[in-house]
Each structure stands twice: as C-alpha cells, then as structure tokens.
C-alpha cells in the first residue's frame, strides 16, 4: 500500500464489505469453526455479566449478587459466582466479593 493512502485502502475494504452483505454472500456460515452463539438472555453469560457489571461499582454481598437476577435464578447465579472465583476474575474479601485486583 502506498504511504499516505490507507483511508482509502480502508474505505475500499469497508465498501467491500457492504457488497458482499448486501449480496448475501456469508463467509461465517461457510467456515468449519462458525458457531453461532446462544441466546443472551436467561444464560450463564447473563448472569456473569450481572455479576461483573454489578461490581465494577463497589463489593456487594454473596446474598445481593446471587439474588440480582430474580429467585429463579438463584442457582445458575450462584454457579456463576463460583465460576468468576475460581476463574479469579472476583475475590472473596471478608464477607464481601470485588473484581480481582
């Protein structure tokens, strides 16, 4: 690529793109690894998020964080939780969990 012209080489990849979308070529759908993700909502990446999301403002109690997304979630937070500690992506500080240092 020529010094200086890499906006264009970069519009011309995007507008490239857009082609291939509008003329519903998929190069996802055609590669061996294309996993198409689950649902967001009511899974264990949602409930993680909370977690997470939940902390990045301060600690908060085991209680609070396994209750954030409704009583029928209760256990599938509580995995979540575990999972963030042994991931070390949390930590258990006196009675209260925080985001990992």
Do not use: C
């Amino acid at each position: 690529m020529p010094k200086g012209r890499a906006r264009e080489w970069y519009s011309a990849l995007m507008d490239y793109g857009a082609h291939l979308k509008r003329s519903g070529m998929s190069h996802n759908l055609r590669s061996k690894k294309y996993v198409k993700q689950s649902k967001f909502i009511g899974s264990l990446r949602e409930a993680r998020g909370a977690i997470l999301r939940s902390l990045a403002y301060g600690a908060a109690s085991p209680g609070y964080l396994i209750g954030l997304l409704g009583a029928a979630r209760r256990a599938q937070m509580r995995t979540a939780l575990w999972a963030l500690l042994r991931e070390r992506l949390i930590e258990k500080r006196d009675e209260n969990y925080t985001l990992a240092r």
